[in-house]
Nanobody
Framework: QVQLVESGGGLVQPGGSLRLSCAVS????????MGWYRQAPGKQRELVAR???????SYDDSVKGRFTMSRDYAKNTVSLQMNSLKPEDTAVYYC?????????WGQGTQVTVSS
């Protein structure tokens, strides 16, 4: 079973930046897609950013131009660089990876944007 461990969340002021990382317990070459999701209180979990095996990325409209997703094959990590953060970005952020047979999730990391 694949283990995912997110890190990098915290409290940041509006306009600030955070970098989330997700450590994956096996080679990320195995997965055809990886993503970052978030869930705010009282809301459904939503896809924020996604990267495919070929390297194509896609972003929710609300984060385009502010968030950048990347991967590091040598370290088996996926990251989410978040800039120009807004209070509405406050949520628990989850890492997700998908293989042909299953999907795996991390435990989540809290991001709070507040002055």
């Amino acid at each position: 079973q694949v283990q995912l461990v997110e890190s990098g969340g915290g409290l940041v002021q509006p306009g600030g930046s955070l970098r989330l990382s997700c450590a994956v317990s096996r080679s990320i070459l195995y997965f055809y897609a990886m993503g970052w999701y978030r869930q705010a209180p009282g809301k459904q979990r939503e896809l924020v950013a996604r990267i495919t095996h070929s390297g194509g990325t896609s972003y929710d409209d609300s984060v385009k131009g502010r968030f950048t997703m990347s991967r590091d094959y040598a370290k088996n990590t996926v990251s989410l660089q978040m800039n120009s953060l807004k209070p509405e970005d406050t949520a628990v952020y989850y890492c997700n990876v998908n293989s042909d047979t299953s999907a795996s999730w991390g435990q989540g990391t809290q991001v709070t944007v507040s002055s």
